[in-house]
Each structure stands twice: as C-alpha cells, then as structure tokens.
T-cell receptor
Framework: QQQVKQSPQSLIVQKGGISIINCAYE??????FPWYQQFPGKGPALLIA?????SEKKEGRFTISFNKSAKQFSLHIMDSQPGDSATYFC???????????FGTGTRLTIIP | ETGVTQTPRHLVMGMTNKKSLKCEQH?????MYWYKQSAKKPLELMFV???????ENNSVPSRFSPECPNSSHLFLHLHTLQPEDSALYLC????????????FGQGTRLTVV
C-alpha cells in the first residue's frame, strides 16, 4: 500500500531531447507528489511537486503529468541539458504526514 | 548549500565501534529527519523530530539512537553496527513536519567494516 514504483532505473537522452520518468502508486490516500533531484555528493533537492486537483504542473522545462484514475504521475524534462544529468526520485505522501514514500530513483544521463 | 550541514561527510567504523553523526540546520526550521539511502533502494525514513519531540521511529533497530537537543541540531548515535548498515545517511529539515518542503543535507557516507 505504501510503495511507489519508479521506472526506468536509468535513462540516457540526447541533448535537446525529452526525458520522461514514470511513477505509479497504490495508496489512494496520497495527495502530494514531489520530485527530487540529486547530484552526486549532494542531498536530494525538491524540483517540482503536484497535488491531485490538477493534471499537470509546469515549471520552466520541467512538467509533472498526473493521472489520478491510473494512479500514475510522470516527470517530463523538455530540451534536456547535460546539467540535468542527475538521479531523480519521485515521492508521495498524505499532506501533513511526514512520511514521504520514495521511488527507487532514475539515473538520468544527458549526452551531447 | 541548503542550510543543512552534516558531519562527518565520510565515516568508516568497525562493528564494535561507537560513533555519532551530526546534523545542524541554519534555516530556523522546527522539524528534523534522518533518512537512510542505500543503492537501488528507496530513501528510507528513519526518525522524525518535530519541535524537539520524536514523532516517528520507522522500526529502526536500537543500534541506531537519535538525539535532538534543540530544533537546530540532530544526532544519530551508532553502536555495534552491521556491514549492511553501510549507506548514505541523510539529514533533512522542514519548517513543520509533513507540512512544508524538506531540505536535505549532503549526507554522511558510512561504511561498516
């Protein structure tokens, strides 16, 4: 019930392309879905987050798409750049509950 | 820098040693967290402190002992660890537990030999 499944485990995208990372959850009580970005040697940092009252949220080149009926959400990185190379984690929680449930992470590499 | 500082950055310890990890936040937050990050596994929440009170212990073995003397400092005391405890230990803080964004430190890379 608490699991968040993330795919793919690793992803290689050419510079300028679109990177897409997918997550699926089981607990219908989840109502907060953040994405974290982690560079080597650094802790995770909040990138973008969405609540289920909207189906899409865009911040710059980063977009979250949310499908409540399918219990899925995804991160799209448009015009991917080498500086986007990092590990991305999706997460989910019930707002107000400090227990963030994380996915296993996606290692994204953007090649020139 | 996120305002959350962890020391040491790297630690190698034997199974019979006792050591402590330190976390300090300069953000004026009231909640602090310990997470464990292992390769190919999701981040695991270990402990939560909200206004210096422990509000969550996620079934963590007693060989890990947290301490929160004030809202700015968090410690994780380690003793008689096992090799499978080797991981990146991350500290995080937020204004209030579960309500606001959590800011992570850079972590302590722990190796148990």
């Amino acid at each position: 019930q608490q699991q968040v499944k993330q795919s793919p485990q690793s992803l290689i995208v050419q510079k300028g392309g679109i990177s897409i990372i997918n997550c699926a959850y089981e607990n219908t009580a989840f109502d907060y879905f953040p994405w974290y970005q982690q560079f080597p040697g650094k802790g995770p940092a909040l990138l973008i987050a969405i609540r289920p009252d909207v189906s899409e949220k865009k911040e710059g080149r980063f977009t979250i798409s949310f499908n409540k009926s399918a219990k899925q959400f995804s991160l799209h990185i448009m015009d991917s750049q080498p500086g986007d190379s990092a590990t991305y984690f999706c997460a989910a929680s019930h707002f107000g509950n400090e227990k963030l449930t994380f996915g296993t992470g996606t290692r994204l590499t953007i090649i020139p | 820098e996120t305002g959350v500082t962890q020391t040491p950055r790297h630690l190698v310890m034997g199974m019979t040693n006792k050591k402590s990890l330190k976390c300090e936040q300069h953000l004026g937050h009231n909640a602090m967290y310990w997470y464990k990050q292992s390769a190919k596994k999701p981040l695991e929440l270990m402990f939560v402190y909200n206004f210096k009170e422990q509000t969550e212990n996620n079934s963590v073995p007693s060989r890990f002992s947290p301490e929160c003397p004030n809202s700015s400092h968090l410690f994780l005391h380690l003793h008689t660890l096992q090799p499978e405890d080797s991981a990146l230990y991350l500290c995080a803080s937020s204004q209030v537990a579960g309500i606001t964004e959590a800011f992570f430190g850079q972590g302590t890379r722990l190796t148990v030999v």
